[in-house]
């Protein structure tokens, strides 16, 4: 059984940089075909997809957050990292990792093959 767990700071000042590390066990982050994602959810909002890691490496990222998102791996420890910079209180949010066995954008967690609980980080000064 796949699991993922997210870690990172839960606290970030403004315009400081958002950095968490989602870490996969039960399986391997190479695993051909897959992909590894992250997604947050504002209070009081939906889900918003933010971009994603393929086995291969390739990343992709949602348009409206391209140019502040970074994804990356470590294959040596099974992890990939989720880096964004200049926070705003905007980016104040649960922070989920997500795989599915194709690059994909669910409406809900539960539509992922698997997921972490997610983690709670709050921007704030």
């Known amino acids: 059984q796949v699991q993922l767990q997210e870690s990172g700071p839960g606290l970030v000042k403004p315009s400081q940089t958002l950095s968490l590390t989602c870490t996969v066990s039960?399986?391997?982050?190479?695993?051909?075909?897959?992909?590894w994602s992250w997604i947050r959810q504002p209070p009081g909002k939906g889900l918003e997809w933010m971009g994603v890691?393929?086995?291969?490496?390739?990343?992709y990222y949602s348009p409206s957050l391209k140019s502040r998102t970074s994804i990356s791996r470590d294959t040596s420890k099974n992890q990939f990292s989720l880096q964004l910079i200049s926070v705003t209180s905007e980016d104040t949010a649960v922070y989920y990792c997500?795989?599915?066995?194709?690059?994909?954008?669910?409406?809900?967690?539960?539509?992922?093959?698997?997921w972490g609980q997610g983690t709670q980080v709050t921007v704030s000064s």
């Open positions: 039960g399986g391997s982050i190479t695993t051909r075909h897959y992909a």
């Open positions: 997500a795989a599915d066995r194709t690059i994909v954008v669910h409406t809900t967690l539960d539509e992922y093959d698997y």
């Open positions: 890691i393929a086995y291969d490496g390739s990343t």
